[in-house]
């Protein structure tokens, strides 16, 4: 953890935002920042004044598969189907009802071959440059929990006899 004071991080989001924001430490795990923030609650403490701030983020990218020209058909056929479905359902509520399966159907063939097509041509343009799958994520990898300034006091003073806590909970 680290050494209590202003911090200098401000949310674009009004709802997300402290008027003056003090740390009350830096964990390394969410849960154990979660945990204070419960300690706090439990002991009355307006927890409305509080934040939890994930920092020091990094990307994660898992590389899921190899990405073949099968797989780019495949994947651009199915999303044209949804995206045929979709169109075929909404002309559908504005038909008269005369071969509306028809037209739900061939919109949907129509959605496959396009979606192929299209994958098709986006994987042509990019020659080979990535060839594989993936799931990408930012995490985290420090939580600061954030209060007001006029109550910053008072959380320390609490979290101070926290089990476990020691002498100096923000060391």
């Known amino acids: 953890m680290s050494t209590p004071g202003m911090s ?3 949310p674009p989001a009004s709802g997300l935002a402290l008027q003056y924001p003090m740390s009350l430490g830096v964990f390394d795990e969410y849960a154990d920042a979660q945990q204070a923030v419960d300690y706090l609650s ?4 307006p927890v409305q004044n509080c934040m939890i701030v ?3 983020l990094k990307q994660v990218e898992r590389v899921t598969g190899r990405l073949t020209w099968g797989r780019v058909l495949l994947g651009g056929a ?3 189907i949804w995206l045929g479905v979709f169109v075929g359902l909404i002309f559908a509520l504005f038909s008269d009802g005369d071969g509306t399966a028809a037209m739900v159907i061939s919109t949907v063939i129509f959605g496959a071959v396009f979606g192929a097509v299209w994958a098709a041509i986006g994987y042509a343009v990019s020659r ?3 060839d594989f799958t993936s799931v990408t994520q930012v995490i985290a990898t420090k939580y600061e929990v954030l209060v007001e300034h006029k109550l910053a006091q008072q959380a320390r003073d609490l979290l101070a006899g926290r089990p476990g806590a ?4 923000t060391h």
């Open 8 to 10: 200098p991080m401000r």
């Open 166 to 169: 020691g002498p100096d909970l």
């Open 128 to 130: 080979g440059q990535r």
């Open 42 to 45: 439990d002991r009355e403490f």
């Open 54 to 56: 994930g920092t020091e």
């Open 78 to 80: 199915l999303s044209g």
